[in-house]
């Protein structure tokens, strides 16, 4: 076994763990358990996987590229297991990390072959192996901070189209740079090919790099959108809690100004003893007294408008409704966050309740602050019993209603290390959560 090719190669795939530094960033609220025992099981499974791949590099001629299947697909593997984070956003800062790594091997190829016109890319020698090591970690450790700011778009953005459509713009860049090492670096010292080379590597890497933050921008931009757009929405439902009340009070003033004629009427009535009459216009007096449009379910004036507006809703469509709300005033989950739990709850409970007879209808909604300040919620709804199910999941479905926003209401759980659970047995649709 040759100890030089050993070293070398044992160099050369410790990119591989600035790689990861990289790819965890973004993950940082998605690490499943405890984060050491993760750090220190992905420094043990790159190392050995590194060391077998040295092992193999210094006993056959294999050529680099070929090797890196060997190494990336047990990485990724390791990968998604250790983030509760869907595939698509593991694939997608994956690709875009090992593109921006293709980089940095091509920087050291270029490095390797000004320090040796006459090698080639299977001979990749032990310094430019060393220069890659220096380089990597280097960009590793400033861009760990800009990765740390993609957290917030892994938490919140689930548009999974987005992150799909991402994947193949990071992976040009990928194949740009595998086709681009050069085999023999001789080529690079032809004419003007060494210009050509390292030209058109800074172009590609700017290119990549504003693409990064055109995509970072643009995303923030489609979350603050739909942050506006939940914002008005609670708004509304606010005002129509507000005019509700403020009618209410209207009628409440009207009746108390009439009060004093209704005595007189009902005073005059009874000195003559004409009973029927009497209850005729008590009767009617009651039936004239306002009706309350909302309740107060708690003092949080964003929740109880949501509360308020979907109980008129379930009201109007014939659904029986048995909720329980005990929510403490400091709770450390934003209105917004809350109120978007809530309204994804109670809106698929209602669509799911619209698709049977109206005696069957029913929706029961407990809310309540735990004694450590978590929320819990527990609801239990009527639906038509048929689900469509796909890997444990429920899938959406227009019929049943259920599977729109639960990705959603799951996601924004785990923000808050928290979890959801929803199941199903006969006509009857569970929801539990907890976070906070």
């Not at 220190?40 to 996987?49: D, E, F, G, N, R």
């Not at 590793?140 to 189209?161: H, T, W």
């Not at 934003?334 to 049977?356: H, K, M, V």
Request: net charge neutral; hydrophobic share 50%; proline share 3%.
């Amino acid at each position: 076994m040759s100890t030089n090719a050993f070293l070398t190669s044992l160099l050369t795939w410790y990119i591989m763990l600035p790689s990861a530094m990289l790819t965890f960033a973004p993950m940082k609220n998605q690490i499943k358990g405890d984060r050491r025992k993760v750090t220190i099981a992905v420094i043990v499974t790159l190392s050995a996987l590194s060391l077998i791949i040295a092992i193999i590099k210094a006993n056959f001629t294999i050529a680099r590229n070929a090797l890196i299947p060997v190494m990336v697909i047990p990485s990724f593997i390791l990968y998604i297991r250790c983030i509760k984070a869907p595939v698509y956003k593991a694939l997608s800062v994956s690709v875009l990390c090992f593109a921006f790594m293709s980089f940095i091997v091509n920087i050291s190829n270029g490095f390797d072959a000004a320090i040796h016109p006459h090698g080639t890319l299977n001979n990749f020698s032990i310094e430019a192996a060393a220069f890659q090591a220096v380089i990597a970690t280097v960009f590793a450790l400033a861009a760990y901070k800009p990765a740390l700011l993609a957290a917030r778009i892994i938490d919140s953005f689930d548009i999974r189209r987005v992150y799909i459509a991402s994947v193949p713009v990071w992976a040009i860049f990928l194949a740009f740079n595998l086709l681009i090492s050069p085999r023999k670096y001789e080529t690079l010292h032809v004419n003007l090919m060494q210009i050509a080379y390292w030209g058109t590597l800074l172009l590609l890497f700017t290119l990549l790099c504003l693409l990064c933050v055109l995509f970072y921008y643009a995303v923030t931009d489609m979350m603050k959108k739909a942050e506006m757009e939940e914002r008005a929405r609670i708004l509304e439902m606010q005002e129509s809690s507000y005019q509700a009340q403020q009618r209410y009070i209207e009628e409440n003033a009207r009746i108390r100004h009439d009060f004093h004629h209704v005595i007189v009427a009902l005073n005059e009535l009874s000195q003559s003893g004409d009973t029927e009459t009497l209850k005729k216009v008590l009767d009617e007096y009651m039936a004239s007294l306002p009706k309350r449009e909302t309740e107060k379910f708690c003092n949080n004036m964003a929740v109880n408008a949501v509360l308020n507006h979907y109980m008129q809703r379930a009201i109007a469509d014939d659904i029986r409704i048995d909720w329980n709300i005990d929510l403490s005033d400091n709770v450390k989950v934003s209105d917004i966050d809350i109120c978007s739990i809530i309204g994804n709850i109670l809106e698929n409970a209602i669509l799911a309740c619209n698709e049977i007879p109206t005696g069957n209808r029913f929706i029961d909604f407990e809310l309540h602050t735990e004694p450590g300040g978590q929320i819990s919620i527990v609801a239990t709804n009527s639906f038509s019993g048929t689900v469509r199910m796909k890997d444990g999941h429920y899938l959406s479905t227009r019929r049943g209603g259920h599977g729109i926003g639960l990705k959603s209401i799951a996601s924004m759980a785990e923000r808050y290390d928290g979890i959801a659970r929803f199941s199903h047995k006969g006509c009857e649709f569970y929801t539990d959560l907890m976070f906070g």
